[in-house]
Structures are given as C-alpha cells and as structure tokens.
C-alpha cells in the first residue's frame, strides 16, 4: 500500500517527536527519582547522626546514675517513631552484643539481629545505609545504621528503617504529571505538524496529483500559485511547462498531418510510378507485338513466336495487378489449406518458360502428400515471389533447389538459387516495401514484402541467407496447424 508523502511527514515527524519526547520524559523521571532518593538518604543520615548523639548523651546520664536506666531512652525511640513528619518503620536501640536494648516496638526489645549490616556498623566510624526491597505490604525502605561511640569508646549503634513510601508515590504523581504534560504536548505538537504539513506538502502532493493528470490530448491542467515563496515557483513553472507542452502538441499533430499526407502522396509516386513501369513495358512489347503480327502475320511459325511473346506480357500485368489487390486485400473467400505439391506444379507451369529461356536447372524435394493450413492463393503467391526474384537473379543460368519437410511438428519451405547473391547489409531491407534492387520497370518492391507478410499472417518465420557471386537461400517455417 502507498503512502503518500503528506502522510510519511506527519509520521516520521510525530515518531521523532515522540521519541524525543519520551527520551526527555524518562530522563526526567530517573533524575527526580534520583534527587528523591538522594533527599530520603540526606534525610535519614541527618536523623542518624542527631539521634545517636542525643542517645550517647542519655548513656553516659544513665551510666552517671542521673537518670533511670533505658526509660528517657524508650520514650524518646516511641515519641521519635510517631513523629508525623518522619515516616519510619522502627527504631532501635542495640548494645554491643546486638541486643535490642530499645525499640519503638516493646515487643522486638532483648531480641538479637545478626545481619552482617549491623555487624558491619558496629566497627564502622560513619553512618551506614543499605536498601532494603519491599514486600507486598510493605514499601522499600532505606535501613540506616549508626555507631553509638564517644572518644573511642562504643556503647552500641543506631538502627532505623525509613520507609520509601512517599518518596514513591511522590515518584508516581510526577511520572503521572510527566505522561499527562507529554501527552498533551504531543497533541499539540500533532496538531502543529499536521499544519505544517498542509501549508508545506499539500502543495507539493497537489503538483504530483496535477502532473499524473495531464495527458497529450487532455484539456490544460494548471494549478493555482499561491505566495512567492519556492513551492509557489516550482507551481508556476509547472503550469509554464503545462502550456509549453500543450503548444508543442498541437504543433506536433498539425506536423504529423502534414508528415501523413507528404508520405501518403510519397508513397502513391512511388506506386504509381513502379506500377506504370511494370505495366508500360509490357504493354509496348504487345503493341510491337500487334504491329509485326499485322505485317507478317500469315507466316505461321512467326505468329506463333510472337503469340508466346504476348501471352508472356500479359502475364507479367496479371501478376502486377494480383499482387496489387492481393495488397488491398480485395481477394474472395478461399480453402485455409493446400496440397504444397500441387500448388508448386501449378506454378512451376508458369514459370517454365522462364527456365527454359534463361537454362535455369530445377530440382524439388516435396512430399506429393504434404498439406499445410495456407490457402492455396496465398501459398502461390509465397513461391511465385520467391521464385521469381531468384530467376532475376539467374540471368545467366543457374541452379534453383526447393526442399519441404516436416520437423517437429512445421513445415520447412527452402528455396536456394545459385544467383547473383545479395550484400551482407542489404539483406535486412528486402522485406521493406518497395524496396527492389533491380532496375526501374523490372520490379515493384512488393514481392518480398507480400511474402514477409504472408507468411507473419500464418504465424510463421522467414530468414534470408546470401553470398554476392554464390547465391541466396531463403528459409521459412509455417506451423503444420493453426
């Protein structure tokens, strides 16, 4: 499916901006989560230090005897884990054998923890902190771990555990506050992309539009220009360009008419001309012939010398005129198939005298049963064509050879003569119309077009190979069946 190239802007646009956007989101989020926790941390190591210097101060009290043992300190670890504004899971006091000697819950007080956190606190000279993870009732939580201890002497260490739990639901309002501002953002930018594309690309997709529209023989498509800036110059020399082919068409088909009509009337001199040559010379032959016939036409071996003669003319003007309806196709309905033998008989019956006259020897190799789906016209004409240009082309004498065969399932007509031969680079315009290389009033140019044609008409292929001083061979194939 196409996209057209308002669309690809608005979503490569949008896709970058979402990605940008997004980057800018997310890196936003990590470092106000990163500065929450950093805060909750500052906090809690601030507390430990207060409270474990204030604990020190009711240790070395109650070693003194000035006040009663564990009780200030038990108040102050309650008062200090219902302090509204710390969100503290426990506190604790432990002595040197990690016993609870103070907790905000009474329950946990003689208990023993051994993590190697407190451990680790109880020989450490700074506060400690680890992250503890969250169950499903209860929030992470940064557990802080202090060493109580004056001039080198440890009275056991700090512990509380400060609860992530705003910090996280703080995280989550402002990545909510983050995805809402994105979003609404988004929208905008959208918005403004969409815009943009409409003032930017939408004429650029109308130009397109307008380009795949016009057609030679179409009215004038132009589009409107709208500002001065470079889209407004590519629509205006696109409607110059419009014009300027709408002209040079019109000119052009006013020169194609004239062409028509110059080759029309090129052609018809050409015809006529060929034709009155082909004609006239047989015609002032009859009339000598009629002329001599008047003078000494008593003596009976002349006229019938002069009888040939004539019938010989009047055969080169039927064959001028066949081939010149056989052109216009004013030819009746006839059989689509033919017996080759028979076919060739009938014209080796016209052309004998030819061979006789000019000592051409022939030979044939057809099979007497051999039938191919050409009418039997058609097909004479095909070997008249043929046979005659070869007989011109032997005016000395020479040898003609036709060979039919049958060969996967085509027929094979070879027609080989020891003539004159034809040029390497004259041989490609034999099938041209009119195209002869015989004098003026010998040949028209149509028999080697005829034949070409004919033989394209039953589907099939004709070659021409040829040697100037050792003769031509011509080469057809026809489908056996059509």
Request: hydrophobic share 45%.
């Amino acid at each position: 499916m196409d996209i057209s190239l308002q669309k690809k802007f608005i979503l490569v646009a949008f896709i970058s901006v979402l990605a940008v956007t997004s980057a800018i989101s997310v890196l936003a989020a990590v470092k106000t989560r990163s500065a929450l926790y950093s805060a909750s941390e500052k906090q809690g190591r601030m507390l430990a230090e207060t409270v474990s210097a204030l604990i020190i101060n009711e240790l070395i009290y109650e070693k003194l005897g000035l006040v009663e043992e564990g009780g200030l300190i038990d108040n102050y670890m309650r008062d200090l884990s219902q302090h509204s504004e710390l969100d503290l899971n426990f506190v604790a006091v432990l002595d040197n054998s990690f016993r609870v000697t103070s907790h905000s819950d009474f329950r946990e007080y003689g208990k023993y923890f051994t993590h190697p956190f407190v451990k680790d606190a109880q020989g450490a000279d700074q506060v400690l902190m680890r992250t503890v993870a969250g169950n499903k009732n209860q929030s992470d939580a940064l557990e802080f771990a202090a060493p109580l201890s004056i001039e080198g002497k440890r009275w056991g260490i700090l512990l509380f555990s400060l609860s992530l739990q705003d910090v996280e639901k703080e995280i989550k309002a402002m990545i909510s506050q983050i995805a809402l501002h994105s979003i609404l953002a988004l929208s905008i930018l959208f918005l403004l992309i969409y815009l943009l594309s409409r003032q930017f690309i939408k004429p650029i997709i109308d130009l397109s539009q307008a380009m795949g529209e016009v057609e030679v023989e179409m009215v004038e498509k132009t589009i409107p220009v709208k500002g001065n800036d470079e889209l407004a110059l590519l629509t205006e020399s696109f409607n110059e360009m419009v014009r300027r082919i709408r002209r040079a068409n019109e000119q052009m088909i006013l020169t194609h008419e004239k062409l028509l009509q110059s080759e029309k009337l090129a052609t018809l001199g050409v015809l006529s001309s060929s034709i009155a040559h082909r004609i006239n010379n047989p015609l002032g032959g009859l009339f000598n012939c009629v002329g001599l016939m008047r003078k000494r036409g008593d003596d009976q071996e002349f006229r019938e010398n002069y009888l040939d003669l004539i019938e010989e003319g009047l055969e080169s003007i039927k064959q001028t005129v066949g081939q010149l309806l056989w052109t216009a196709g004013r030819r009746e309905a006839e059989d689509k198939r033919s017996n080759i033998s028979s076919v060739l008989s009938g014209v080796l019956r016209y052309l004998d005298y030819r061979f006789k006259k000019q000592g051409i020897a022939y030979t044939q190799d057809v099979d007497e049963k051999l039938i191919i789906p050409v009418a039997p016209h058609d097909l004479e004409e095909l070997f008249l064509n043929i046979m005659i240009n070869s007989i011109q082309a032997m005016e000395t004498g020479g040898q003609l050879t036709i060979v039919v065969l049958r060969s996967d399932s085509k027929i094979k007509i070879s027609v080989e003569d020891t003539g004159v031969g034809i040029a390497e680079d004259k041989i490609d315009d034999v099938f041209d119309l009119f195209y002869s290389t015989k004098e003026a009033g010998v040949g028209t140019g149509l028999g080697m077009w005829m034949t070409y044609e004919l033989v394209k008409k039953y589907k099939g292929d004709i070659s021409i190979t040829s040697q100037v001083g050792t003769g031509t061979k011509v080469s057809i194939s026809l489908p056996e069946a059509l």
